[in-house]
């Protein structure tokens, strides 16, 4: 991983219900853009951190991308991803996503599956429930926030964006 001052780090959450921890760099301790960072979290805090496998770089542009954008060339104004964690034991299936985005810190919503004890053991299937569940809950989040902000700004009450 090499990183720059600005650029934002993601970390997932270790443990099922724990929240997503964001943050910005704020210096590169190590050479070459080479860990460890100084990072300023999203709630202030500052630590010094040596990110592991479950953390996600999300860098300034590059000098292709600003080039592009001085051309005229499309690119995306914003980029949001979603991580997928899917965690079993026994029967139970639990998944949690989390929206990784500069706009929106911190937003992620978990969901669950038991196999019947008359079903056949496979696993796939819990896992595809217990994602699209986390899903649709993250969804409903995203959906709720929208219709709320509308609300702020347009002074409107009890607004309803319908899912398409």
């Known amino acids: 991983m090499r990183a720059q001052r600005g650029d ?21 301790r190590g050479g070459d853009g080479e860990p460890p960072y100084l990072v300023r979290w999203s709630d ?5 951190i040596f990110p592991g496998p479950s953390a996600e770089l999300r860098t300034t542009h590059t000098e292709a991308e600003s080039a592009a954008a001085e051309v005229g060339e499309l690119r995306p104004v914003h980029e949001w991803q979603v991580r997928v964690s899917v ?4 029967d139970d299936t639990t998944a949690t996503v989390a929206l990784i985005s500069d706009a929106l810190p911190g937003i ?3 969901g669950e599956s038991r196999r019947s004890p008359a079903d056949p053991r496979v696993s796939r299937i819990g896992d595809e429930v217990a994602v ?26 009890d607004v309803v964006i319908r899912p398409r």
């Open 8 to 28: 934002h780090i993601v970390l997932a959450a270790e443990h099922v219900g724990e929240p997503v921890r964001d943050g910005e760099i704020v210096e590169v």
């Open 132 to 157: 699209a569940r986390a899903l649709r809950h993250l969804a409903d989040q995203l959906m709720d926030r929208a219709s709320h902000e509308v609300e702020d700004v347009t002074g409107e009450e």
């Open 108 to 110: 992620s919503a978990s």
């Open 87 to 90: 965690f079993e034991q026994g």
């Open 44 to 48: 202030g805090h500052e630590g010094l």
